[in-house]
DNA sequence: GCTATCCGCCGGTATTGTCA
DNA sequence: TGACAATACCGGCGGATAGC
């Protein structure tokens, strides 16, 4: 990955030498880095569904990608993501907009305001430079994608994993709660259990080996 | 080598501002 | 007034490092 990863600065008192936020050190202290002590985010954790498709930069990749399509504004990207993905993962704006504003600063984007005072974003020479250069990266983006919508459309899937799991719980809870297990069938489940995840295993192993063709 | 802790970073939600 | 656009704050993951 070549674009290098700089923290999101919203001009936050808390940041050191290299515009580093220092928000892990205590996010207590950190409450009211804009002045006015005014409570606004009330940020609380991760939603539902997929919580990181984009590995580190790969989401950069996918915006220098979609405005060299067409000039987009920071709402009409999100959209579009959503769109590739059938809505399975639809990027928050407080990903999008400090993702925009640092490819600007990067110079691999310019902008302009435009019709309703929106802020329009296009590709610059730079910024095309560094999409050939991400070619590769920028495929493996667009296959995540069309997996994405593949699962999305071939029914949930997970929730049929969830209920399995819920079963296999309840049945081997049941069995040891009346203490009905002797130490073979102890030994044959165990076995039973260890071969299952040794297949799990197996299946995993193809799909992450399919995501890095 | 293993475990615990620290902290940088990503990306989520809440909120505010703007405009038709 | 509702939808869109942008900003602010903060939770959690995971790499780096320290302590054992």
Redesign the pocket.
């Given at each position: 990955m070549q674009i290098h990863?700089?923290?999101?600065n919203?001009?936050?008192p808390h940041t050191?030498d290299?515009?580093?936020?220092?928000?892990?050190?205590s996010?207590?202290k950190?409450?009211?880095?804009?002045?006015?002590?005014?409570?606004?985010?009330?940020?609380?954790?991760?939603?539902?569904g997929?919580?990181?498709?984009?590995?580190?930069?790969?989401?950069h990749i996918m915006v220098l990608s979609l405005v060299a399509k067409k000039p987009s504004?920071?709402?009409?990207i999100?959209?579009h993501i959503e769109e590739a993905s059938s809505g399975l993962?639809?990027?928050?704006?407080?990903?999008?907009?400090?993702?925009?504003?640092l490819l600007e600063e990067q110079g691999f984007l310019e902008s302009e305001?435009v019709?309703?005072?929106?802020?329009?974003f296009r590709l610059t020479a730079e910024g095309q430079q560094q999409l050939d250069a991400n070619r590769e990266t920028e495929q493996i983006i667009f296959r995540k994608l069309a997996k994405a919508r593949d699962l999305q459309q071939g029914g949930n899937l997970s929730e049929d994993i969830e209920m399995a799991v819920h079963r296999f719980k309840a049945l081997l809870r049941h069995k040891m709660v009346l203490k009905q297990l002797n130490e073979q069938q102890t030994q044959q489940i165990a076995a039973i259990i260890n071969d299952a995840i040794k297949q799990i295993e197996q299946v995993n192993t193809l799909l992450t080996a399919s995501d890095n063709d």
């Open positions: 990863s700089f923290r999101h919203y001009n936050c050191d290299h515009g580093h936020c220092r928000h892990g050190q996010h207590e950190h409450q009211g880095c804009q002045g006015e002590g005014k409570h606004r985010g009330r940020g609380r954790g991760r939603g539902k997929l919580r990181r498709l984009f590995d580190h930069g790969d989401l504004y920071g709402y009409e999100i959209k993962y639809i990027p928050s704006p407080g990903v999008i907009y400090p993702t925009l504003t305001i019709e309703r005072n929106r802020k329009s």
